[in-house]
């Protein structure tokens, strides 16, 4: 089952005469964990607001093509109606904190949803112990670290229980350790059946995270498949992690590296493993 279907979507922002998506065709499937990555400019913002509905409804444009989530045809429906079915982070926690204490920023979308005051309460309750939150409930999101706030950002995002989760650069602004802990809460949520869509530039905190890596640039997918495979033969669209570059270079010095080690561990296993072979191949210098 795919959870979301973007068929041939282009899309110019209002006053541009170029366009910002240029045909995008992608398919996610129901609990897949994808990311969106390519420079700056490319389209990965743009077509995330495509997918949560922002666009058409919120950024006017000339817009063609389809794009369904959930079944629901985005272009149909506003917003709102899309409730329970995609959340979304932002890159600016500000931009999405409207309240003065982290419990009510949990409770704000379930309030415009009508839940009833007791499953309110008891949803809130249990998304602030999820997250690690609890002692911070009274506290003011502005009062949090940038870190914590992406954390309340993305707690806030979940608490409708939507089926798919959207990241627009979510850890553009945190620092290595805050960044990692928040993509572990995201991969998280995913292992518990959530769909995920992740716009990151990032690559060596992210890759042994996902299922899949799909690479845009100039407003079209450019490349798209299992992550280590996409990073090995990358043309500088995107960042390579070292563990990838170093397993292609000691390749082409005929050390035998199986595989795509995504991660510090992954590279360690692998060069194990050729050890463990005793180096066949291997000519030396």
């Known amino acids: 089952m795919l959870a979301i279907e973007v068929r041939g979507l282009r899309f110019s922002y ?22 969106i990555a390519g420079p700056s400019g490319c389209g ?9 509905g922002l666009i058409p409804r919120f950024y006017q444009g000339k817009y063609s093509g389809t794009v369904i989530v959930g079944g629901q045809r985005v272009s149909e429906r506003e917003p709102h109606e899309l409730f329970g079915i995609v959340g979304t982070v932002f890159q600016e926690p500000e931009s999405q904190l409207l309240t003065f ?16 005051r007791e499953e309110m309460r008891d949803r809130v309750d249990h998304m602030l112990r999820r997250f690690g939150l609890f002692d ?25 229980e939507p089926k798919i989760l959207l990241l627009d650069e979510p850890t553009s602004n945190l620092d290595p350790v805050s960044a990692l802990s928040l ?15 992740l716009s990151e530039h990032r ?14 640039e100039d407003g079209k997918v450019t490349d798209d ?15 390579v992690p070292f563990t990838i570059a170093l ?31 005793g180096g066949k191949g291997h000519e030396r210098d």
């Open 14 to 35: 209002s006053g541009s005469s170029s366009e910002a998506l240029k045909g995008v065709d992608l398919s996610v499937a129901e609990g897949e964990f994808a990311v």
């Open 44 to 52: 990965k913002s743009t077509l995330i607001r495509a997918i949560n």
């Open 101 to 116: 204490s982290v419990e009510r920023e949990l409770a704000f979308p379930l309030e415009n949803a009508g839940i009833p």
């Open 136 to 160: 911070y409930r009274k506290r003011s999101p502005w009062q949090l670290s940038g870190g914590e706030q992406q954390k309340v950002a993305l707690a806030a995002a979940l608490i409708p």
């Open 183 to 197: 993509l572990q809460l995201v991969k998280r949520e995913n292992e518990r059946g959530t769909t995920v869509v």
């Open 203 to 216: 690559m060596s905190l992210v890759a042994g995270l996902a299922d899949r890596l799909v690479v845009m």
């Open 225 to 239: 498949g299992p992550p280590g495979e996409i990073l090995d033969r990358s043309q500088g669209l995107v960042e």
């Open 247 to 277: 397993a292609k270079l000691l390749r082409q010095r005929s050390i035998p590296i199986e595989g795509y080690p995504l991660t510090p561990k992954e590279f360690v296993e692998a060069l194990s493993a050729v050890k463990a072979l």
